[in-house]
């Protein structure tokens, strides 16, 4: 069974850099088949997508919060982090891990497509 | 960015009803389409992917279709554990995209 399970403070100050970590167990990191996604919920409103890794390092991004993110992948402790940098209040929500599947039709395959797995979520509150 | 619209924002139903949510892109995105069931304080879980494609383990009176621009989900005999909020994601382009949510509630 694949589990998830996001790590980190759950208070960080205006100014500074939110860091999360997910843990994956039940699944490599590596297989070629995923993409390991961000994705956070502001209090009591939608979904946003961050961003997602691939087990090489290779990442994509939500525009609106590039400048201030890195995604990063530890294959060897089945891990994939989040930073984001220079946070306000507006960066106060509930931050899930989560994998993207691939999806095959017609003898193609397109990678990190839906979000099959999901950690619990951790609250991040950004306040002084 | 995609738009993603869903509509209503809020239903109200009882057990055993029939209920329909939609989802329209502002623009075209094929069937790359996926809706998720949240419940208060839980991740989202998957529904459906592909626009019409039930994930491994979901009720079959979970349905949907659609392609383009509008979508729909259907739950045919609402059940108590289905009291819950949906969201749709499209796939087709970065940054993927959520709806705002359908809040499903006990009439």
């Known amino acids: 069974q694949v589990q998830l399970q996001e790590s980190g403070p759950g208070l960080v100050k205006p100014s500074q850099t939110l860091s999360l970590t997910c843990t994956v167990s039940?699944?490599?990191?590596?297989?070629?088949?995923?993409?390991w996604s961000w994705i956070r919920q502001h209090p009591g409103k939608g979904l946003e997508w961050i961003g997602y890794?691939?087990?090489?390092?290779?990442?994509y991004s939500n525009p609106s919060l590039k400048s201030r993110l890195t995604i990063s992948v530890d294959s060897s402790k089945n891990q994939f982090s989040l930073k984001l940098s220079s946070v306000t209040a507006a960066d106060t929500a509930v931050y899930y891990c989560a994998r993207a599947v691939a999806y095959c039709s017609g003898g193609s395959c397109y990678t990190g497509v839906w979000f099959d797995y999901w950690g619990q979520g951790t609250l991040v509150t950004v306040s002084s | 960015d995609i738009q993603m619209t869903q509509s209503p924002s809020s239903v109200s139903a009882s057990v055993g009803d029939r209920v329909t949510i939609t989802c329209r892109a502002s623009?075209?995105?094929?069937?790359?389409l996926a809706w998720y069931q949240q419940k208060p304080g839980k991740a989202p879980k998957l529904l459906i992917y592909?626009?019409?494609n039930l994930q491994g383990g979901v009720p079959s009176r979970f349905s949907s279709s659609g392609s383009g621009t509008d979508f729909s989900l259907t739950i045919s005999s609402l059940q108590p554990e289905d009291f819950a909020t949906y969201y749709c994601?499209?796939?087709?382009?970065?940054?993927?995209?959520f709806g705002q949510g359908t809040k499903l509630e006990i009439k």
């Open positions: 994601q499209q796939a087709n382009s970065f940054p993927y995209t």
């Open positions: 039940g699944d490599s990191i590596s297989s070629v088949n995923y993409y």
């Open positions: 623009q075209g995105i094929a069937r790359w």
């Open positions: 890794i691939y087990y090489s390092g290779s990442t």
């Open positions: 592909a626009a019409s």
